[in-house]
């Protein structure tokens, strides 16, 4: 796997073609400015996962190196991005449905850039709906290649026409790039890119290609120069982080990594997702229990609580194999809280398999959920399976299940009233007398504001545990 490196890219080391991209789309922001007395300004609207989140994130840097503004009003922006999701049909519903509403807005401002990347990119047939129904939109390009953007930039402005550049696979991992975080006291970390898992109704592998994992060194030395900068939260992304290094010359396991990675001096805490059932080893289970920055939650996706299903689903393992995953985790660590995504409404599903999935949502008692009804998905095999569930019923088996489900992570998020946990301040709340906050088992906490900063740890006890929501007070020092 080679491994491409862009540091300094951008304006020193670059073969003389890049500098000339990045001279140029340097030199339409200068003229911008120069009109207009501002500096043309980019707004990117991100659909889907935190992989998304982390790659607008870096779109967002290439842009301002480039002398571009960031801007959370739409009418403002000389250009626009949509970083796009093909996971649900939904997500690209709703794509769709924004695209269409910036055509009166190209209209009013020709001069306008309207960009198109991310998952949905990779898929031919959304291409081509694109070129012919949304005219207005001047650039396209693909999840493998965001780190063209300059270049991609500067042959949109250079053009009339529809720039597209979809690349269907990626050999490489490219390094270097910058990035603008959202948040200065939490930082995402891409570990691994890509996922050869197949699950059957999974579009992820065709949008996100094969499996690469960066080197275990870059990771590392990232991580570092984020905990140097006051980073106090990393959370390492990839569709299966615990296949982690398998593809590497020299092999690293997942829980190794993480070994490294907590041996970096600092107050920090370490997350990961999404770990594969499948791949959850004992190696990794004492990791979470022996590591000190590990936290003590975990995002186990199980799907679906039946065999049948799960095999259907290609998701390689049993209910009976999940639960002793799921009964070792909490021997090894007894305070690990456990959350989970669930898809009601696969084909074949029979009421009996909503019986045995809510069977086991009991037996796990899981703290919280992301639950999803089945999309069909172009492209995946469960596609062509023939015995889709009609809507209505999935509707019906989904409000079932999730009844039983909010039941237990109320009942759960009660139990908490009184108990003291160290939380790691993220942000204002709603309510402005609070802060809002996360515990290392990934419960989100309001604390009382007074005097509490963003990225402070702080001692809180919980003070209110109503419904869904968290409430707490800092504990005194004395
Ligand atoms: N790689 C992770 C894993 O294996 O659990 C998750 C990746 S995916 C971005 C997040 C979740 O979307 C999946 O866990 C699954 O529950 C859901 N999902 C994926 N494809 C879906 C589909 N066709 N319909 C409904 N939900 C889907
Ligand atoms: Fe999709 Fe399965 Fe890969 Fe997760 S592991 S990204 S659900 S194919």
Same mark, same amino acid.
């Given at each position: 796997?080679?491994?491409?490196?862009?540091?300094?890219?951008e304006?020193?080391?670059?073969?003389?073609?890049?500098?000339?991209?990045? !001279?140029?789309?340097?030199?339409?922001?200068?003229? =911008?400015?120069?009109?207009?007395?501002?500096?043309?300004? =980019?707004?990117?609207?991100t659909?889907?996962? !935190?992989?998304n989140?982390?790659?607008?994130e870096?779109?967002?840097?290439?842009?301002? %190196? &480039?002398?571009?503004?960031?801007?959370e009003?739409? $009418?403002?922006?000389?250009?626009?991005?949509?970083?796009?999701?093909?996971?649900?049909?939904?997500?690209?519903?709703?794509?769709?449905g924004?695209?269409?509403?910036?055509?009166?807005?190209k209209?009013?401002?020709p001069?306008?850039i309207?960009?198109?990347c991310?998952?949905?990119?990779q898929q031919?047939?959304?291409v081509?709906?694109?070129k012919?129904?949304?005219?207005h939109?001047d650039?396209?390009?693909?999840?493998?290649?965001?780190h063209l953007?300059? !270049?991609? /930039?500067?042959q949109?402005i250079?053009?009339?026409?529809?720039?597209?550049?979809?690349?269907?696979?990626?050999?490489?991992?490219v $390094?270097g790039?910058p990035?603008?975080?959202k948040?200065?006291?939490?930082?995402y970390?891409?570990?691994?890119?890509?996922?050869?898992?197949y699950?059957?109704?999974c579009v992820?592998?065709?949008?996100r290609?094969?499996?690469?994992?960066?080197?275990?060194e870059?990771?590392?030395?990232?991580?570092k120069?984020?905990?140097? +900068?006051?980073?106090?939260?990393?959370?390492f992304l990839?569709?299966?982080?615990?296949?982690?290094?398998?593809?590497l +010359?020299?092999?690293?396991?997942?829980?190794?990594?993480?070994?490294?990675?907590?041996?970096?001096?600092?107050?920090?805490?370490?997350?990961?997702?999404?770990?594969?059932?499948?791949?959850?080893s *004992?190696?990794l #289970?004492?990791a979470?229990a022996?590591?000190d920055?590990?936290?003590?939650?975990?995002?186990?996706?199980? !799907?679906?609580?039946?065999?049948?299903? /799960?095999?259907?689903?290609?998701?390689?393992?049993?209910?009976?194999n999940?639960?002793?995953?799921? %009964?070792?985790?909490?021997?090894?660590?007894?305070?690990?809280?456990?959350?989970?995504?669930?898809?009601?409404?696969?084909?074949?599903?029979?009421?009996?398999d909503?019986?045995?999935?809510?069977e086991? #949502?009991?037996?796990?008692?899981?703290d919280?959920?992301?639950?999803?009804?089945?999309?069909?998905?172009?492209?995946?095999?469960a596609a062509? =399976?023939?015995?889709?569930?009609? $809507?209505? &019923?999935?509707?019906?088996?989904?409000?079932?299940?999730?009844?039983? /489900?909010?039941q237990?992570?109320?009942?759960?998020?009660?139990?908490?009233? *009184?108990?003291e946990?160290?939380?790691? #301040?993220?942000?204002?709340?709603?309510?402005?007398?609070?802060?809002?906050?996360?515990?290392?088992?990934?419960?989100t906490?309001?604390?009382?504001?007074?005097?509490?900063? #963003?990225?402070?740890?702080?001692?809180v006890?919980?003070?209110?545990?109503?419904?869904f929501? /968290?409430?707490?007070?800092k504990?005194s020092?004395e």
């Amino acid at each position: 796997m080679e491994t491409i490196r862009v540091k300094e890219v951008e304006y020193n080391n670059a073969p003389a073609h890049h500098q000339l991209y990045h !001279q140029n789309v340097k030199r339409f922001t200068e003229e =911008f400015k120069t009109i207009h007395n501002i500096a043309p300004k =980019f707004i990117i609207q991100t659909y889907g996962c !935190q992989m998304n989140e982390h790659d607008s994130e870096k779109m967002s840097a290439m842009l301002i %190196n &480039l002398g571009f503004e960031e801007t959370e009003v739409l $009418e403002e922006a000389s250009l626009v991005l949509y970083n796009t999701c093909s996971i649900r049909e939904n997500a690209e519903n709703k794509v769709y449905g924004h695209l269409g509403s910036l055509k009166s807005l190209k209209r009013k401002n020709p001069e306008l850039i309207i960009g198109i990347c991310g998952c949905m990119m990779q898929q031919e047939h959304i291409v081509e709906t694109i070129k012919n129904k949304y005219k207005h939109v001047d650039l396209i390009f693909g999840t493998h290649n965001l780190h063209l953007l300059p !270049q991609l /930039l500067n042959q949109s402005i250079a053009a009339d026409d529809m720039i597209i550049d979809v690349w269907d696979n990626a050999d490489s991992v490219v $390094e270097g790039l910058p990035v603008k975080r959202k948040r200065n006291s939490k930082a995402y970390v891409n570990i691994i890119y890509g996922c050869d898992n197949y699950c059957t109704y999974c579009v992820v592998p065709y949008t996100r290609g094969k499996i690469r994992s960066r080197r275990a060194e870059d990771i590392v030395a990232e991580c570092k120069l984020l905990i140097d +900068e006051g980073v106090k939260e990393i959370t390492f992304l990839g569709q299966n982080v615990n296949s982690y290094g398998q593809d590497l +010359e020299k092999k690293v396991s997942f829980a190794e990594l993480l070994t490294m990675v907590n041996a970096i001096e600092g107050k920090f805490r370490l997350r990961f997702m999404t770990p594969h059932p499948k791949d959850l080893s *004992d190696e990794l #289970i004492m990791a979470i229990a022996n590591l000190d920055k590990v936290c003590e939650y975990l995002h186990l996706p199980v !799907q679906a609580g039946s065999n049948s299903l /799960l095999k259907a689903m290609n998701r390689r393992y049993t209910v009976e194999n999940y639960l002793e995953k799921v %009964n070792k985790l909490k021997r090894a660590v007894p305070d690990i809280t456990l959350s989970t995504d669930i898809i009601i409404g696969f084909p074949g599903e029979s009421e009996a398999d909503v019986d045995d999935l809510i069977e086991l #949502i009991k037996i796990v008692e899981y703290d919280s959920a992301f639950t999803f009804i089945y999309s069909k998905r172009g492209g995946t095999p469960a596609a062509k =399976f023939d015995n889709q569930i009609p $809507e209505p &019923l999935k509707h019906q088996r989904f409000d079932r299940m999730l009844k039983v /489900l909010n039941q237990i992570v109320k009942r759960k998020n009660a139990a908490l009233l *009184d108990r003291e946990f160290e939380v790691l #301040i993220e942000g204002k709340a709603r309510d402005k007398n609070y802060m809002i906050g996360r515990t290392r088992q990934n419960h989100t906490v309001n604390v009382l504001a007074d005097g509490i900063e #963003i990225g402070d740890f702080v001692d809180v006890r919980i003070t209110k545990a109503g419904g869904f929501s /968290l409430y707490g007070e800092k504990l005194s020092n004395e």
